[in-house]
Structures are given as structure tokens and as C-alpha cells.
């Protein structure tokens, strides 16, 4: 069965850097495109990025731009998020997802349980 | 950007009623509409695609519809797991957006 396995959230402090994972399995991970999703404590859910299958094509929120990069080794079935210059307002429970194929538009069908990221000093 | 806003944030229903969710997005996202279900500490579930396409494995008491600008999702027959956050969310282009959440409550 499908499994996402999120690692890497905790405390960092203001303009600090922290790069989450996701460990995938049962599905081929190499032809599957990915997203990570936040969801700040008692709020709704923000898309924050996505890459394609083979890693070249990718999307950002607006609110990440040049702070977020997403990255993905295909031969380890890991998805990376590497943050920096976090801000209290990156604070959240971050979740990998896979994107389901069968339409021709972007949604997610199945979710890790996610990792939580707090940003305090 | 594309915003994607529901109606209403929150509505009470009690078990057996009907109950009807609708997502207006900022301008035309063709059928690329998504629909999904959160329980508190769970993460989000895919229930419909392209705007009125079951998941699988999702309850027929869940239906939906819509094109262009204006989506809905209706529960009929609430049972009381139905009773959780949906979020719509747009799937025509990136970046990606959902809507606010609607919380549904047991009355």
C-alpha cells in the first residue's frame, strides 16, 4: 500500500533553515509528480510546492518563492524540502503528497501524516 | 493567483440531513476542481476530482458538481464520520490553491 513517510520538522529559530523528507513506498515513486502542503495550527490547508516525475519541472507558492526549494532522488524515493529564512509565519504541520494520474489536473491522493515545523526564538 | 472561496466556513447539520458546500473560484478553472475531507490530527482525504468524480472508495452519499467558476458538494444522508473540514481546491494550474474550509458540526 501507498505510504509517505514525512521526518525532519522541529524548532528553529527565525531566519533559520531546516530541510524535511518523505520516504515513499508502494507506488513507483519515479513516475509519480510530488507536492508538499502546509497547514498552520488551526488553519486551512496552503499548497506550497511541486516537482515533476524526473525532478526538472517545478512550481512554488508565492509566499515560499526563492526561500523554498523542492527536490526529489528517485533512486532513494525521498522528497526533500529544504527552507530557509523561515519566518514565524512558516510555522506548521507539513505534508509530501502524490499526485493522482488519472486526470489530467493536479490533485493529491494519498498524504503522509505530516511534520511539524515551528519557528521560534 | 487563483482564489478559491467557500461557502459557508462552518454549518451545522444533524445525522440523515442533507448538506451542500459551494466553491467559487476567481475566475475559470474549466472541471479541474478537487474536493477533500480533514478530521482534526488526520491528514486531508481526496473525495472528488475534476469536479464530479468519486474517488475511489468514496461513499455515494458524496456528489458534486460545477464547471467554470462555480463547484458544489453535497453529503446527503450525513453519517457521523461524514461530520469533518472540506476543503475544495484547484487543479487547473499552478500554484495550486484550496479554499478556506468549510467545518461541518453536528447540531
Known amino acids: 500500500q501507498v505510504q509517505l513517510v514525512e521526518s525532519g520538522g522541529g524548532v528553529v529559530q527565525p531566519g533559520g533553515s531546516l530541510r524535511l523528507s518523505c520516504v515513499a513506498s508502494g507506488f513507483a515513486f519515479n513516475n509519480y509528480g510530488m507536492h508538499w502542503v502546509r497547514q498552520a495550527p488551526g488553519k486551512g490547508l496552503e499548497w506550497v510546492a511541486f516537482?515533476?516525475?524526473?525532478?526538472?519541472?517545478?512550481y512554488y507558492a508565492d509566499s515560499v518563492k526563492g526561500r523554498i526549494t523542492i527536490s526529489r532522488d528517485n533512486s532513494k524515493n525521498t522528497l526533500y524540502l529544504q527552507m530557509s529564512s523561515l519566518r514565524a509565519d512558516d510555522t506548521a504541520t507539513y505534508y509530501c503528497a502524490k499526485t493522482y494520474v488519472p486526470s489530467a489536473g493536479d490533485y493529491l491522493d494519498y498524504w503522509g501524516q505530516g511534520t511539524l515545523v515551528t519557528v521560534s526564538s | 493567483d487563483m482564489q478559491m472561496t467557500q461557502s459557508p466556513s462552518s454549518v451545522s447539520a444533524s445525522v440523515g440531513d442533507s448538506v451542500t458546500i459551494t466553491c467559487r473560484a476567481s475566475q475559470s478553472i474549466r472541471k479541474y476542481l478537487g474536493w477533500y475531507q480533514q478530521k482534526p490530527g488526520e491528514a486531508p482525504k481526496l473525495l472528488i476530482c475534476d469536479a464530479i468524480n468519486l474517488h475511489s472508495g468514496v461513499p455515494s452519499r458524496f456528489s458534486a458538481s460545477g464547471s467554470g467558476t462555480d463547484f458544489t458538494l453535497t453529503i446527503s444522508s450525513l453519517q457521523p464520520e461524514d461530520f469533518a473540514t472540506y476543503y475544495c481546491q484547484q487543479a487547473n494550474s499552478f500554484p495550486l490553491t484550496f479554499g478556506q474550509g468549510t467545518r461541518l458540526e453536528i447540531k
Open positions: 516537482i515533476r516525475s524526473g525532478g526538472s519541472e517545478k
